[in-house]
């Protein structure tokens, strides 16, 4: 009778060790759970540094001019692909007039974004069209005219990083009016696969360097010209 008080105080001592050992091992996991998130933010983080999504926004703060963007205009460095303006069958807007062409806000915008480009200066740039209709009505309205290619496919796909340079003259910038898959194209080859769609308007600044090389600066949404211009 004496001795049961001992066996009870081992017995306790053999039960009370497996769930300390239990709650050792829940605060473990949950450190290590917490490591992994920290690890995981870390890495997503850093790759969208690394990799980004998409191309900088020029509309912000300086950017046309720490992008270098301001500079290879005025040296005629650069090809900019614009996305033509708001087209009529996928809108409710009014039309313009036919229904693969631009609506009656889309004209508007495409002429503020020509006014835009006339105060960078158009004086040394060539513009080239794809040959559909709310493109060419888009050229129109944003710089008066422009050559128009034969076919919509002439400059889009997988080589326009090699047929654009091709296009272009020596210390003259060259504008292509097109669409949003072609500009989709030439993001992808340029290291921006998951780029979000371009805009209606939306125009994507490209340095040419040595070589014909290509070098994404940015992009600028039509919205954001008027901040763009105030920085320079």
């Not at 709650?23 to 850093?46: D, P, S, Y």
């Not at 949003?180 to 805009?199: F, K, N, T």
Request: include cysteine; charge should be positive.
């Amino acid at each position: 009778m004496y001795e049961l008080p001992r066996v009870k105080s081992v017995v306790d001592m053999i039960q009370a060790k497996p769930l300390a050992d239990r709650g050792l091992a829940k605060t473990l996991k949950q450190v290590w759970l917490r490591f992994i998130a920290i690890i995981a933010l870390c890495l997503a983080v850093t790759g969208a540094m690394l990799w980004p999504t998409s191309p900088q926004n020029l509309g912000i703060d300086n950017r046309m001019v720490t992008s270098g963007a301001l500079a290879a205009w005025r040296n005629g460095n650069l090809i900019v692909l614009v996305r033509h303006a708001e087209r009529c069958d996928r809108s409710s807007n009014p039309c313009l007039g036919p229904p693969d062409g631009l609506t009656r806000s889309g004209s508007v915008a495409a002429t503020a974004v020509g006014a835009a480009f006339q105060t960078l200066g158009m004086s040394h740039s060539d513009v080239l069209s794809s040959p559909t209709t709310r493109t060419v009505q888009t050229s129109q309205f944003m710089f008066d005219n422009a050559h128009v290619l034969p076919d919509r496919l002439t400059l889009c796909g997988t080589t326009l990083a090699h047929d654009l340079p091709a296009r272009k003259t020596a210390g003259r910038n060259l504008l292509l009016v097109t669409h949003s898959e072609c500009i989709a194209d030439l993001e992808r080859v340029l290291g921006y696969p998951h780029a979000e769609g371009a805009e209606y308007g939306s125009s994507l600044f490209v340095q040419v360097g040595t070589h014909g090389k290509l070098k994404v600066l940015g992009i600028l949404n039509s919205q954001d010209w008027a901040s763009a211009l105030e920085h320079l």
